[in-house]
């Protein structure tokens, strides 16, 4: 018998050597659940209408809308070893329709009199964290259960939107750093509050690059966004991940300062594994990099088989590696694509 699916995903990132390739995804679009074990799917609580999380209005008390991120008849089916809740904050924005739902047309924070407008939610209402309880009661010692936040880019660089912000740290510098201020002071209650419902570990999802470049300077990171981001991690005293699409080699010494235990998606084509893996394979657990846009969508069985036996080859030795998808499983993927990587790494993962 084998540890365990909880232990062994705290085992990959505590530094341990778990006894396999520990696997895992931070979200499965509800149409691809509801494909892989070939019946809708209903919660108790509805999922929110958008899937970055809720859209706040400005001068409006805004809601959270915590959601399942995987159903637990979907990580039986792949053989999965963690499960999540999404906590996500509200963005402000406009959004459209778009062929896979609502996206951000544009942000709403776009001048200092609209910070007075921004209305979190009550970090500390104990009815928002009731559906957690519920589910870490579930599940407690099965999986490694996780709740998916973001510490604060995401919020600013899509409420604002990129080019306002640029513009904003030059002309109304003071006014970002308000807008970082309030939020680091809601997320670090948020944060407080999600692991006193039981999670193992937090999963933080805050993109701040592009695949060849940062989306702003490492000058800017340290100025606008370090500071507030210690404050927010310091509230952290179970394992966390840091989710960020793109390349992060410019900034990822400064990154790791922060302390994560784990770096996800390292998207393809942007990051180096191998430098990677020699380099911080040692310090932090590296998760991810199945390609979402080939490998879970139009690959053949036996592409999908080889890149992930290349992965766990490549990537799994010395522990520190948890297979993943190289984002999410958006619902554009494959169901049936998932369904061979989870027949693959059951091939593959006893390597240790």
Partial sequence: MGEGSRQRVLDALTGKIPDKVPYMYST??????????????TYKYPLPRADFGSIGVLGEPAIMEPAENIDVRVAEK????????RYLPPFYVNVGEGTSGLNVMGGLLLTPDTLDKIILPDPDDEKMYQPALEFCQRY????????????????????MGLEEFAYNTV??????KG??????????????????????????????????S????????????????????????????????GNLMPILDKLLELGMNGIHPLEPGAMDLDVLKSKYGDKVCLIGN???????????????????RERIQQMGPGGR???SDSNSIPVYCNPQNVIWMAEAVSEYRNIY
């Fill in 28 to 41: 499965i679009h509800k149409n691809i659940r509801e494909a892989i074990i070939g019946e809708k799917i």
């Fill in 78 to 85: 792949l053989g999965l070893d963690a499960l999540g809740m």
């Fill in 140 to 159: 407690k010692g099965e999986y490694a259960l996780y709740a998916q936040i973001r510490l604060g880019v995401s919020f600013m660089m899509n409420s």
């Fill in 171 to 176: 002309d109304e510098p003071d006014f970002v």
């Fill in 179 to 212: 807008v970082m201020e309030k939020y680091t002071k809601w997320v670090s209650r948020l944060v407080t509050n999600l692991q006193e419902c039981g999670f193992d570990f937090l999963w933080t999802f805050d993109d701040m690059a592009y695949k060849k």
């Fill in 214 to 245: 940062l989306m702003f300077s490492p000058a800017t990171w340290d100025e606008f966004f370090a500071p507030y981001l210690r404050e927010s991690v310091s509230h952290i005293h179970v394992p966390w991940v840091f989710h960020s699409d």
């Fill in 290 to 308: 199945i390609d979402i846009d080939h490998t879970l969508t139009d690959a053949t069985r036996e592409e999908v088989f080889q890149t992930v």
């Fill in 321 to 323: 590696y948890i297979i």
